[in-house]
């Protein structure tokens, strides 16, 4: 293992603990993957992150059939890992996590719409809410495929949420702003619901974070 693929392992185990602490993540339930260069690194399947050593995380090419390395099984969801990373070479980072508020609006197949200009720090004038399907299963990955199409994160219905950077550090930034933005709109609801942005105004807001270091997309 190289020094540069022992730094970013650390930062994967650093990074979800940063999660659970953040209250964005509880217990073993999220998992990190993340590019190194032509394979995916992932967090391995029903270990505590404090038990965590660069070493027991689980890799694969990202190309060809699954040949794992790693002392550990990899996360359950390391299919959507790989498949993003494949069909986004843009994106070095991927977060998966049930946190509170993100996991309640996904349990009402509900995406999170124009309700707040950082809406767009995910890429466009929503975050849409994937359909359902079995855990860790091709079929929920090309389900997710498609509700981040344009997109830096997503909702799974009944289950989570998903979040892409061209980081990791950007990846868990996101993960934040993702859980804000979904306490917010979850609250709004309780009052009537919010009154939405326009195309247009998402659109600026767009061009404004182009030119701030929050653009969405690479």
Not at 5 to 33: M, P, W, Y
Not at 61 to 76: A, F, I, M, N, V
Not at 159 to 183: D, F, N, P, Q, S
Request: aromatic fraction near 6%.
């Amino acid at each position: 293992m190289t020094p540069d693929e022992e730094a970013l392992r650390q930062a994967i185990i650093d990074g979800c603990l940063a999660l659970n602490a953040a209250g964005i993540n509880q217990g073993t339930s999220g998992n990190i993957g993340a590019r190194y260069e032509d394979r995916v690194i992932v967090t391995p399947s029903a270990t505590p992150y404090a038990a965590m050593t660069p070493a027991l995380l689980a890799s694969t090419p990202l190309e060809g059939k699954p040949r794992w390395s790693g002392p550990l099984p990899p996360s359950t969801e390391w299919r959507f890992h790989r498949d993003i990373l494949r069909a986004r070479p843009e994106i070095d980072a991927i977060i998966h996590a049930h946190p509170p508020h993100c996991t309640a609006l996904a349990m009402s197949r509900r995406g999170i719409p124009a309700a707040h200009y950082m809406v767009a720090a995910f890429g466009g004038s929503d975050v849409r809410c994937a359909g359902y399907a079995t855990y860790g299963t091709a079929e929920l990955s090309a389900l997710a495929l498609k509700a981040l199409e344009g997109r830096t994160a997503c909702l799974l219905a009944n289950h989570g949420m998903i979040v892409l950077g061209e980081t990791l550090e950007k990846a868990l930034w996101r993960a934040g702003e993702l859980e804000t933005l979904a306490r917010q709109y979850t609250l709004s609801l309780a009052i009537g619901g919010p009154v939405l942005l326009t195309d247009e105004e998402i659109d600026d807001t767009l061009r404004g974070f182009a030119n701030y270091g929050l653009k969405a997309t690479s």
